[in-house]
């Protein structure tokens, strides 16, 4: 008997590959092997070879010889020469942006991958590359593909070496050889010509820059430059998706949002959807929500994605809506959070957050100062715990009027919000007075 229940539990593992196995410990625990960066396997196979951690050692051999799991090596050396990780050549520090393309391209076109198979590289989920489930890089032609490349360690050292020789065929076609680097060698002769001609040199170098960056961009296809545009700070991505229609189109689609949400968030697509009137929306606008909670409401570290998307939410209301009824929009959130388990003194608590986060990120224009003065000149309704208006959130909305909008009142108006203020308040900062 207990022969047979060792043959069925060989025999089902067998059936598993090591790719697809589960590590149950360290800080990579419930992800499958063939997910996991190669550095982390080479790490086990070295280190974890005794007792009950030698099978993982074993299996992590396993992985790093499957010929599925070379597909993550190869896209790991994809990565690397995005981020400017990789270690082939650092002798220069001219044309960053378009050498590294280049080299993609090169790099790309010795391992076969396949640009014209649009639907094939559709297929991959990159955060599943190299497993079953992540499906395979198209390639061109497995058989040429196998026989051109060899070894990782040669393909680095053929790619540094033409590397060197495209960036000294840019500086010969620019008149820029490297011995003229030696300010030993008529030094002053040199520094005469380039101050002679050096607006006009500088001028046709970025030309040539942007028209040489230009064509490598369009011989990628739109998975490599997407993974090109998330490495690139937020900031910049209104200014990227300018630069031409099919920019701003990838910007638009969802792909892009997917991919930057993933790799700033890998777990976020293991969240699942909460009940209540405020819903998730698609990746960009979870991306968004998620930075928002990230930058705002991050508490120890903590990130909850709800917060972001009723931060959102308020704010979008509270800019479209002609006349908002801060007591609708307050019992919404409320009724989200209670939805989602929170208790009604949390409900409370992070409603009213919420309420002076986008209040206190408001624009100074007229928009802001009409809505303000509506929200303290709404009729007071008595409505039960935890859906009455926030003391501090009344207070906040008067004290930003009296501050940053006091010169906009007319002195009517003035007179009678201030009236307002003292009813709901008795007593008023000095600062709400103007001294």
Not at 47 to 63: C, G, I, S, T
């Amino acid at each position: 008997m207990k022969i047979r229940n060792t043959t069925l539990t060989i025999s089902a593992s067998s059936v598993l590959p090591a790719r697809d196995r589960i590590i149950d410990f360290g800080k990579h625990k419930g992800k499958m092997l063939g997910t996991l960066p190669s550095k982390y396997l080479k790490w086990v196979s070295k280190n974890l070879r005794a007792r009950d951690f030698e099978q993982w050692a074993k299996l992590a051999d396993e992985v790093l010889q499957d010929p599925v799991y070379k597909d993550r090596l190869e896209w790991e050396f994809a990565e690397n020469l995005l981020t400017g990780d990789n270690h082939i050549h650092k002798g220069s520090s001219s044309s960053t942006t378009d050498t590294s393309v280049d080299d993609l391209l090169e790099f790309s076109q010795r391992f076969g991958w396949d640009y014209e198979d649009k639907l094939g590289w559709s297929r991959i989920d990159f955060s599943l590359l190299g497993t079953s489930k992540g499906c395979r890089i198209p390639r061109k032609n497995e058989n040429s593909f196998r026989k051109k490349t060899t070894t990782n360690n040669k393909l680095m050292i053929d790619v540094g070496e033409k590397r060197e020789v495209r960036i000294e065929r840019r500086r010969m076609k620019r008149g820029i050889k490297m011995n003229d680097l030696d300010l030993d060698l008529e030094g002053k002769n040199v520094l005469e010509e380039k101050n002679d001609v050096g607006v006009h040199q500088q001028h046709m170098r970025d030309t040539e820059s942007v028209a040489l960056v230009d064509n490598t961009f369009e011989k990628l296809p739109d998975h490599l430059v997407i993974e090109i545009f998330i490495r690139v700070p937020i900031s910049d991505w209104a200014q990227v998706a300018c630069v031409t229609k099919h920019w701003a189109y990838i910007f638009r689609g969802e792909c892009l949002w997917q991919s930057a949400l993933l790799r700033t968030w890998p777990l976020a697509d293991q969240g699942k959807r909460w009940p209540g009137p405020i819903p998730r929306g698609l990746c960009r606008r979870r991306y968004a929500a998620l930075y928002v909670s990230k930058h705002i409401f991050a508490f120890n570290d903590e990130i909850d994605e709800i917060m972001g998307h009723t931060y959102l939410f308020l704010k979008e209301q509270l800019e479209h809506a002609t006349l908002p009824s801060s007591g609708i929009l307050h019992g919404t959130i409320i009724d989200q959070f209670i939805a989602c388990g929170k208790s009604r003194d949390k409900a409370h608590e992070l409603a009213s957050q919420i309420w002076l986060a986008v209040i206190d990120n408001m624009e100074e224009n007229e928009h802001t100062f009409l809505l303000l003065k509506h929200l303290v000149q709404e009729t007071d309704v008595f409505l039960p715990y935890p859906y009455s208006r926030p003391y501090k959130v009344q207070w906040r909305v008067f004290e930003k009027l009296f501050t940053d909008f006091r010169d906009c009142f007319n002195r009517i108006d003035y007179y009678d919000i201030l009236a307002s203020a003292k009813y709901k308040f008795q007593h008023i900062p000095a600062s709400w007075l103007g001294y």
